[in-house]
């Protein structure tokens, strides 16, 4: 078995649990967001989200880049200076905890020129509470980038993918049953962040990751944020390119328009679901063969990673393509259905960043880190730009439509990047004949203009669209060796037998 084999299995056996957090993470998230939808008004569910926009960029500034920069500077003491360790943690917590009261303090005395920027004297009241939860998220933010430094994925999955999501569902759900009003949806924000604080804190010091104590090494501070402003500008551009659409439009239509548009986005953003499981193990593999020289192995790597991520993906993408109206509907409502435009615009996006594969994370491996930073700008201007000139003419259409394209951008000149420091790149044959084969089957159906009412007469289509695209990538021959030796992994993982369908591939390989 060759080496890209024995890579692509560990990451088919390893990436079981960080997919399955993420699917609870994302899907909690998603019916807390669909019940606060429905049961508040489209203002206010809009008036929720800008300020779930304004925490977030706070928590970006607040962490200085320092969830980045903490792995790599954990296990950089751990093999020169392990002493530092005990005292870089307790700096880094120290740090980011007086930043996090002080943006509170900002946030709370500013909420009312905040509001006026976005017209919503609702904003203001909702600022001045969420505020109080930035401390909480923030530090929880630190521990667990403090806990991946010791090669740990535990304290993600568990808390911030399991315990916060699940206790601001049930707390939501709470508020709906006892008919609260909407500034509950707030103190139940502030009280799941606190909740999952204080129980990733007890769980750390249980199993002795960390020791809480009071020490600050000013030196050691400096040094830490001095190597993390890099990142935190990164970052900083990351928060533009993903929150860029809900600001302007707040800005230029209003929370109305804010809450309608983000029935379509988070339903968008479910789709590299399976991109960023994957990322996880593929980074630690494929720099072992970068470092070892081995950018053919590598390479094979991406490409057979890249195919079975899009293929993963295509049943999600084809419904949101194909029938957006019935996907807001499903989840949303009848309100609701002026976003689906806007679905099936961001749904083309992030599914072309889904078929470019991990292009960023590799050009990191390759040390180029700087070129992301530059990439990363420039799709970031290029939003901001569209989004100027789109969103007051053609409202969610404009906005959808520049998120797509810095997107698309970005994902251009990463990918061409790559492909001239490592000549790697996801387009093998048997990639490229299941991708002209789903845009040949999608424009099809989608040319037939299918009157769908929802999403149960979306699911039949469905499958058959599939049963066919199946049948055809079988029968071009599309099918790798490493395909199957991936599925035997899963196999072996799952504890099941695949013998009818490993039997069909391999007639086709």
């Not at 020169?80 to 007086?98: E, F, G, H, N, Q």
């Not at 057979?304 to 993408?317: E, G, S």
């Not at 957006?324 to 949303?332: C, D, E, L, Y």
């Not at 999608?442 to 979306?458: E, F, Q, R, S, T």
């Amino acid at each position: 078995m060759s080496e890209a084999s024995q890579a692509l299995q560990k990451i088919a056996r390893g990436t079981g649990i960080i997919f399955a957090g993420t699917v609870i993470s994302m899907f909690f998230g998603f019916l807390s967001r669909t019940l606060i939808a429905r049961y508040f008004s489209t203002g206010e569910y809009g008036v929720f989200n800008l300020a779930l926009t304004v925490l977030s960029i706070a928590l970006v500034i607040a962490t200085l880049g320092f969830p980045n920069s903490l792995p790599r500077e954990i296990a950089f003491y751990k093999e020169k200076d392990p002493s530092r360790i005990d005292k870089l943690i307790p700096t880094a917590l120290i740090i980011v905890a007086l930043s996090s009261i002080l943006l509170v303090m900002f946030l709370i005395l500013e909420a009312g020129n905040i509001a006026r920027i976005f017209k919503d004297e609702r904003l203001a009241q909702a600022l001045t509470v969420i505020a109080f939860a930035l401390p909480f998220s923030a530090l929880t933010s630190i521990i667990i980038s403090i806990s991946r430094g010791f090669g740990r994925v535990r304290e993600r999955v568990y808390f911030q993918n399991v315990v916060y999501p699940t206790a601001f569902l049930l707390l939501i759900i709470s508020g709906v049953l006892l008919n609260l009003d909407f500034n509950f949806v707030f103190l139940a924000y502030i009280t799941a962040q606190a909740f999952t604080l204080l129980a990733l804190m007890v769980d750390a010091s249980r199993m002795k990751i960390l020791r809480f104590r009071f020490y600050l090494d000013l030196a050691l501070g400096k040094e830490l944020i001095a190597f993390s402003i890099p990142l935190l500008f990164t970052g900083i551009l990351g928060f533009v390119m993903t929150w860029a659409d809900t600001l302007m439009l707040g800005y230029y239509k209003g929370s109305e328009v804010v809450g309608l548009y983000n029935s379509a986005s988070p339903i968008a953003k479910l789709l590299p679901v399976f991109l960023s499981s994957a990322s996880f193990l593929y980074v630690p593999l494929a720099s072992g063969f970068y470092a070892r020289g081995k950018l053919d192995e590598m390479g094979r790597v991406y490409q057979i990673l890249t195919k079975w991520v899009f293929l993963l993906t295509l049943p999600l993408f084809a419904l949101m393509f194909l029938f957006p109206k019935a996907v807001i509907v499903f989840f949303f409502g009848e309100k609701y259905v002026p976003a689906a435009p806007a679905l099936q615009i961001l749904a083309t996006g992030f599914m072309f960043h889904t078929l470019l594969g991990l292009n960023g994370l590799s050009l990191i491996i390759a040390g180029e880190s700087r070129f992301i930073s530059l990439s990363t700008f420039i799709a970031s201007v290029l939003n901001v730009v569209l989004n100027t000139l789109l969103i007051p003419n053609y409202g969610m259409i404009g906005a959808a439509t520049a998120t797509s394209v810095s997107y698309l951008v970005s994902n251009l000149l990463n990918s061409i990047r790559l492909y001239q420091v490592t000549n790697i790149h996801p387009f093998s044959r048997n990639y490229v004949k299941p991708l002209v084969i789903s845009f040949v089957l999608l424009g099809i159906i989608k040319a037939l203009h299918l009157n769908v009412p929802n999403i149960w007469y979306a699911i039949p289509v469905l499958v058959v669209f599939l049963a066919v695209y199946s049948l055809l990538v079988l029968l071009s021959r599309s099918v790798d060796r490493e395909d199957i030796d991936l599925l035997l992994a899963i196999e072996k993982k799952m504890g099941i037998d695949l013998k009818i369908i490993k039997k069909i591939l391999r007639r086709f390989v």
